[in-house]
């Protein structure tokens, strides 16, 4: 069910519309109703909204007023407004602040039906599309990950950036974004795991492992591993 929000300053005529119009079977559920647009904004700060259904004239703020606030924040609410005046000027404003529709009071069944009908065509096919953006993020992540577990010792941005047919620039941030990680750490982190795994399973010296995992100064490694762990490698071995 998608989140509708009713804002009307008239009682009779928000709270008629949010329990006399069969929502559900259009795929909505009513959240909350409002009053007025303060109302609205503080609403739609704290819950999720999909669709605000919104009186186009209120006091202390007009529904023009909510549109243009919510589109100055970017939210991804979409707007349908009501009203009982035929005022061309307010559609047209409402457009410019991405207004999905206009209803004119009273409203019939028929009217609401075919508008939410298509509101929520509007949100199936971005739900859609969020998901398969997701599925190639994740996609591509999980490449890059891939690639620094196996080839840990050498692994670089360049690389990593070639295998998914991006930039290095675009990766570095792109991998940061996805994972709140940078790329470089993650490298640190794999390198650290696989000493700590070199270590404690087969009985190398640390200089020998260091060169194994990519360092060529064996006193960077036991910097870098003390860094991560607490604990020099060798105390790490003993504990």
């Not at 999720?48 to 924040?73: F, K, Q």
């Not at 407004?81 to 009071?105: C, H, M, P, R």
């Not at 953006?133 to 591509?140: A, F, G, P, T, Y």
């Not at 998914?164 to 974004?177: A, G, R």
Request: aromatic share 14%; hydrophobic share 35%; with cysteine.
């Amino acid at each position: 069910m998608y989140k509708l929000l009713i804002a009307d300053d008239e009682y009779e005529i928000r709270n008629g519309l949010s329990n006399y119009f069969p929502w559900s079977d259009v795929g909505f559920e009513v959240v909350s109703q409002a009053e007025n647009g303060p109302q609205v904004i503080e609403y739609t700060e704290t819950h999720e909204v999909d669709v605000l259904l919104c009186d186009i004239r209120m006091p202390r703020m007009t529904g023009i007023e909510v549109a243009r606030e919510l589109y100055s924040r970017n939210s991804p609410v979409k707007v349908i407004f009501l009203s009982g005046y035929k005022d061309f000027e307010f559609a047209q404003q409402a457009l410019i602040y991405g207004v999905k529709n206009y209803i004119v009071k009273p409203t019939n069944y028929e009217d609401l039906y075919h508008i939410f009908m298509g509101i929520k065509e509007e949100l199936n096919r971005e739900r859609k599309k969020a998901p398969g953006e997701e599925s190639v993020s994740d996609k591509v992540i999980a490449v890059i990950k891939n690639y620094v577990q196996e080839c840990y010792r050498d692994a670089a941005l360049e690389d990593a950036a070639e295998l998914v047919h991006m930039s290095p620039y675009y990766i570095s941030k792109y991998f940061k974004q996805k994972t709140g990680e940078n790329f470089s750490d993650y490298v640190i982190s794999v390198k650290m795991q696989k000493a700590a795994q070199f270590l404690k399973e087969i009985d190398y010296k640390t200089y020998e492992i260091s060169e194994m995992i990519g360092y060529s100064n064996p006193k960077n490694f036991t910097r870098t591993f003390k860094k991560y762990f607490g604990k020099s490698p060798r105390e790490f071995r003993n504990a």
